[in-house]
């Protein structure tokens, strides 16, 4: 992932005169970063959507580095790159010791962040991938990866969203890839009841997601505009999150194996907004998906005891953001729209009870289809036994016709 530079060199071993032109080239200016209302007005938030497909296609050429595990810490969420973990890493030695840290390694403290923590080995996560793959991709233009995969398609006008995407960037990036693909499979396939619909492919389906809709270079654009002395309440729906909420269909939350995602106040904030700010202010009920790997888990599919377990110990009045001054605009808009972090809690408990009902609804279901195909079996078996075994047995006793003549004329 690291760039190489070329050097030139000169070896002159003779005194040769030669005339050297030591003007350097011109550096190539980086284009002016356009203002947030001329890069919305080219390319709205609602347009701003990436398919499974090009999903795929920014996640193939880099899976065995996206797929590479690597000792994480859980303070700064970035990878350990010293000796000793990478050593073990070659070697498959994946052992941690009691504090959390691999057990042959020689330090105590994350090499990032330089804190004392825990951490477990995981594939790479969205700090990563936007560092090392999505800002260096957006570097010549200055602008979103969409804005650039839209310059590069010739499609000016984007693709709408279907599904805005809620999650933390911690998320390892190849689980996060594949709980969108499933997602999307479910929500294309072809019901009994919709067979007259037209036939969606999954690989079409678009979502919104905050790294590749978001300018790197700008983030202040996905921010709230405080510019005309607005409320919080106000100014945070000047953001591109409830600009984007606005716009789509549904919301997909990606819960990870911890629930780290509700430990983070802009997923908090997203949630609050389908809750509260999308009804009032554009009259509509967006549903909310939980998802991981194995499913739709608020639907009942999937791991949804696990699910179920980590929602109830989520506690959103915990949760922080990168910038303090974010906490504060989300907490402030909540406070005004008479929203508490107990309301949040119960939206997810309920989402997570819901998901729980729907599985044994899904598992009454499938027990009873199994029992009754396993008595329609038996009374199958029961009547083609009856058939070729009893009534043969029966005519096979059958006297003889000239006894039965005569045993009619004897009744006669």
Known sequence: ?????????VDS?????????????????????????????????????????????????????L????????????????????????????ILN??????????????????????????????????????PSCEELQVSYVEKLRRGDGNFDGVKADTFVSHWWGEEFPKFIRALTTFAKIRCANLPWTFCAKKREHEGWAFWICAFANNQYAIEHALGDFSLGQSPRSAVMT??????????????????????????????????????????????????FIVDESGVVSSGCGNVRAMDKLIGKVKTREAEASNAADKDMIE???LADGTTHEELD????????????????????????????????????????????????????????HVRVKAEEFAN
């Not at 690597?70 to 030695?93: A, F, K, Q």
């Not at 090499?111 to 936007?130: D, I, K, M, Q, T």
């Not at 716009?247 to 802009?266: E, F, G, H, N, P």
């Open 239 to 288: 953001s591109a999150f409830a600009t984007a909420l606005a716009s789509v269909d549904d919301v997909v939350a990606l819960l990870d194996d911890q629930a780290k995602i509700y430990t983070r106040i802009w997923c908090c904030f997203e949630l609050f907004s389908v809750m509260r700010l999308v009804p009032q202010r554009h009259g509509k009920q967006l549903e909310i």
């Open 67 to 94: 797929e590479q595990q690597r000792w994480r810490c859980e303070v700064c969420h970035r990878s350990c790159t010293c000796n000793d973990c990478l050593e073990m890493m070659d070697e498959g030695e994946r």
């Open 1 to 9: 992932m690291a760039s190489s530079s070329e050097e030139s060199t």
């Open 332 to 334: 402030s808009a909540m």
């Open 13 to 65: 071993k003779e005194d040769v005169s030669i005339d050297v032109d030591l003007e350097m080239p011109p550096t190539k200016e980086k284009p002016r970063i356009r203002s947030k209302k001329e890069s919305w007005e080219q390319l709205p938030e609602g347009h701003r959507g990436i398919q499974i497909r090009e999903l795929w296609d920014f996640y193939m050429p880099q899976q065995q580095w």
């Open 346 to 401: 119960e939206t997810l408990q309920y989402l997570a009870k819901g998901g729980l009902k729907a599985f044994r609804g899904r598992r009454c279901v499938e027990i009873y289809t199994v029992a009754s195909m396993g008595l329609l079996a038996i009374s199958l078996f029961v009547a083609g036994f009856y058939k070729e075994y009893i009534v043969h047995e029966d005519l096979s006793r059958a006297p003889p016709k």
């Open 98 to 135: 009691f504090f959390g840290w691999p057990e042959k390694s020689n330090h105590e403290t994350c090499f990032c962040c330089g804190e004392s923590a825990p951490g477990r080995f995981e594939g790479r996560n969205l700090y990563e991938v936007a560092a090392e793959m999505i800002i």
